[in-house]
């Protein structure tokens, strides 16, 4: 079993940026794919970034590419999501996840094991 304590979020002005961390504890051996969603009010959670554990091979939606920066620490066992450029269509939930068996479809949300507690981000206009 994998635990994830994710931190950052907060408030911003359109324009901004901010850092999201996700530190994983547990069986972290066994982590093969750490993703990013996020849910805003009345939507459904949609894929934001994902890293593999070991290449750190990096997936972006096309909503945050050239915006959001994926990265992981292995000393740490944390990766982060740098964000930005935020505008108001960002705000939303922020939550991390791993997946710790093999598998490719990183952008469905079924795919992974364990979730992070959930991080607001509210971009103001």
């Known amino acids: 079993q994998v635990q994830l304590v994710e931190s950052g979020g907060g408030l911003v002005q359109a324009g901004g940026s901010l850092r999201l961390s996700c530190a994983a504890s547990?069986?972290?051996?066994?982590?093969?794919?750490m993703g990013w969603f996020r849910q805003a009010p009345g939507k459904e959670r949609e894929f934001v970034a994902a890293?593999?554990?070991?290449?750190?091979?990096?997936y972006y939606a096309d909503s945050v590419k050239g915006r959001f920066t994926n990265s992981k620490d292995d000393a740490k066992n944390t990766v982060y999501l740098q964000m930005n450029s935020l505008s108001p269509e960002d705000t939303a939930v922020y939550y991390c996840?791993?997946?710790?068996?093999?598998?490719?479809?990183?952008?469905?949300?079924?795919?992974?094991?364990?979730w992070g507690q959930g991080s607001q981000v509210t971009v103001s206009s």
């Open positions: 996840a791993a997946r710790t068996t093999v598998g490719f479809n990183y952008q469905d949300p079924n795919y992974y094991d364990s």
């Open positions: 890293i593999r554990w070991r290449s750190g091979n990096t």
């Open positions: 547990g069986r972290t051996f066994s982590i093969y794919t």
